[in-house]
């Protein structure tokens, strides 16, 4: 799309953007009580007998007409490479949310296995080529915006070869919203650190033990950077959007990629023309293409987890809400992980490798542990024995990798 500025704004240009930005500030944290969780995990689809092929589009679609209905309300969505997405409605306690998500995800591998296909929940596909099947006209537009901004490959492999654990909680009391947003940043690198699981990528091994985390810091930072930290968060959540890009135009149901930066307050306020007027429902679409690791929906997205295998997703999100909304373990991690705030990269590349990360995320699990609900303590004590000994998920991925296959291990995945 051809991008047309203008050399000055008109005197009222202001206005909308003024007004773009108190709407999204008053709606991205809401005052909320503490405890509410919704699980989100994404699988990649295997066809069992050829577990080095992407299935198409056209077989997913068939599945998803024939899919079963899932007792816990798990919503079934469709990600740009073929992986399925299963999220569940908001539950209270983490316990809960983690029994739904278990129950859904029985009954659709259940259903999909009577057909050949499996689902493996790894934060990489760790074979197959990295290649869009869905062909929504918005994610054919986004994968051109990524290769005009000079991030095609990254953007290609974050849209087809990734998969990741989310957990949406509560943004909390207004009183505490600040100290919240500080302790969950502090806490994110050793979340990366212990929920590392992609160790290869396509075949290939870049030595990051979270590939998936490299693959999103190879992407346009204006969308996918940390949101800073102010004492007004709304209004740096507002600012982080209005200055990030835009990725396409919609017109009816098509959609017009954007193929140089345009930060949105220029299209508000007409410094950049692209062809109409932004409405309330681009703001609204603008805001779902921003991928912060912790992004701001009234509630909290905490995007920054891997997918891990079945036999660690409970012990992981368990683990994950209780440092997050228990207040005597959250008070705990917050000293513990002081030391390496900020070290998000490090965290992704080196994982329990680096000292300080291990010796955060040693005590981190240890009060997990401690105080999590006593129905899934076995779960995170599990987890906890794993990290002791300075492994992930992602260490045991890679060491069947090496003995096999990574085709063979994605399909042994669908068994798990």
């Not at 000079?150 to 849209?159: E, V």
């Not at 909390?172 to 994110?188: F, Q, S, W, Y």
Request: glycine share 6%; hydrophobic share 45%.
């Amino acid at each position: 799309m051809t991008v047309h500025r203008s050399a000055t704004s008109t005197a009222d240009a202001p206005a909308p953007v003024a007004a773009a930005h108190d709407q999204i500030a008053a709606q991205a944290y809401a005052d909320s009580s503490i405890g509410v969780i919704g699980l989100e995990l994404e699988y990649h689809t295997i066809d069992r007998r050829r577990p080095d092929r992407r299935i198409t589009w056209s077989e997913l679609s068939n599945l998803l007409a024939d899919a079963p209905t899932l007792p816990e309300g798990s919503r079934l969505t469709v990600e740009p490479g073929g992986q399925l997405e299963l999220s569940t409605p908001p539950r209270l306690g983490a316990s809960a949310a983690i029994a739904a998500l278990r129950r859904d995800e029985q009954i659709l591998t259940d259903a999909l296995a009577q057909q050949g296909i499996g689902l493996a929940p790894l934060g990489s596909d760790l074979a197959r080529p990295s290649q869009r099947v869905n062909p929504a006209s918005r994610y054919v537009a986004m994968e051109r915006h990524f290769d005009a901004l000079g991030c095609g490959p990254a953007g290609r492999a974050m849209m087809a070869s990734t998969a990741a654990l989310q957990l949406n909680v509560n943004a909390g009391p207004a009183g505490k919203l600040v100290e919240r947003l500080e302790h969950i940043n502090r806490l994110a690198p050793v979340l990366v650190a212990v929920s590392a699981c992609s160790p290869l990528l396509a075949g290939r091994s870049s030595g990051w033990h979270s590939m998936r985390q490299e693959v999103w810091l190879g992407i346009d930072q204006a969308r996918c950077r940390p949101v800073p930290a102010a004492e007004a968060p709304g209004h740096a959540w507002a600012a982080y959007a209005l200055s990030a890009p835009v990725m396409f135009v919609s017109r009816d149901s098509d959609a017009d990629p954007v193929l140089e930066p345009v930060a949105y307050r220029d299209w508000l306020d007409g410094a950049a023309a692209l062809g109409r007027p932004p409405t309330a429902a681009d703001l609204e679409y603008h805001l779902s293409t921003l991928f912060p690791p912790v992004r701001p929906r009234g509630y909290l997205e905490l995007r920054c987890l891997d997918a891990v295998p079945r036999r660690w997703w409970p012990g992981l999100a368990a683990l994950t809400a209780t440092l997050l909304d228990d207040e005597l373990a959250a008070d705990k991690a917050a000293e513990l992980c002081d030391p390496v705030a900020g070290s998000f990269a490090v965290a992704a590349r080196a994982g329990l490798g680096d000292p300080a990360l291990f010796a955060a995320a040693l005590g981190c699990l240890e009060v997990a542990a401690a105080r999590c609900s006593p129905e899934l303590r076995a779960e995170v004590e599990a987890y906890a024995e794993l990290v002791s000994r300075r492994r992930t998920p992602g260490d045991e991925v890679r060491d069947r990798v090496a003995a096999t296959s990574p085709s063979a291990v994605l399909e042994e995945e669908t068994h798990a």
